[in-house]
């Protein structure tokens, strides 16, 4: 497993696959997050950051799991399923080496605001909680990268297409009687917004709904995985 993970990030750097997404997080960080925010309400601002971040990201989590998903051709893809000896191991390497390199980008991005909240004071419980929050979120982003991968969806066109269209559909049911059934991406940014406290608070049922979510989707994702090609 170990193997094949590295393995599968070793192909994704060396592809050069890596840039586009990480292009998007450097001008993210250097056009938006690196101006800071001041006044009065500094502190609770950046708290406010690692929201408005996760939301930012999932999308891009998605698009770079999607990419090293897709680096291996189908026949390699197929060596290392036979190499493996088992249905399964191939899909959960890929998983988890997807994730890792969204935590690599994730550090990236989070660097500025980490250092602009302790700078403002903000509470260390709400930074430890928006750092937890982007941990939990590359999780179901990695998934929508999965679910629109080569693997899944053969076309890239129709797969980029479905990648876009999954991630606005996610707000939009979010915003309405269905939100169960969605990422808690309104939910997250509305209790940043209220402040580091409703925000601490708040954070153990978001927590909640995003491992559910990710335990369900990514339950499916596997099990479907047998009978792809």
Do not use: K
């Not at 497993?1 to 070793?10: D, E, G, L, N």
């Not at 500094?42 to 999932?58: I, K, P």
């Not at 088992?86 to 660097?111: D, K």
């Amino acid at each position: 497993m170990i193997a094949v993970v590295r393995f599968q990030m070793a192909g994704y750097v060396r592809s050069l696959r890596v840039l586009p997404p990480f292009i998007v997080v450097v001008l993210f960080v250097a056009l938006i997050l690196i101006q800071g925010p001041g006044g009065p309400d500094a502190s609770d601002l950046a708290v406010r950051t690692f929201a408005d971040v996760a939301a930012f990201m999932f999308p891009v989590w998605a698009w770079a799991a999607r990419a090293l998903l897709d680096t291996q051709p189908d026949e390699q893809r197929a060596l290392t399923a036979t190499a493996v000896r088992g249905p399964f191991t191939p899909v959960w390497a890929g998983l988890l080496a997807a994730y890792a390199m969204n935590l690599c980008l994730g550090v990236v991005v989070l660097a500025v605001p980490l250092l602009q909240a302790v700078q403002a004071g903000s509470p260390g419980s709400a930074i430890l909680t928006g750092c937890a929050l982007n941990l939990l979120v590359a999780v179901p982003g990695t998934l929508l990268g999965a679910w629109t991968s080569r693997a899944v969806i053969p076309d890239p066109g129709v797969s980029l297409l479905v990648l876009l269209g999954g991630a606005l559909a996610l707000l939009l049911l979010g915003i309405g009687p269905l939100a169960r059934l969605s990422v808690p991406m309104i939910e997250w940014l509305r209790a940043a917004h209220d402040g580091p406290g409703a925000f601490t608070s708040d954070f153990p049922a978001i927590a909640l709904h995003l491992v559910l979510w990710s335990l369900i989707v990514g339950a499916l994702y596997v099990a479907t995985s047998r009978h792809r090609p």
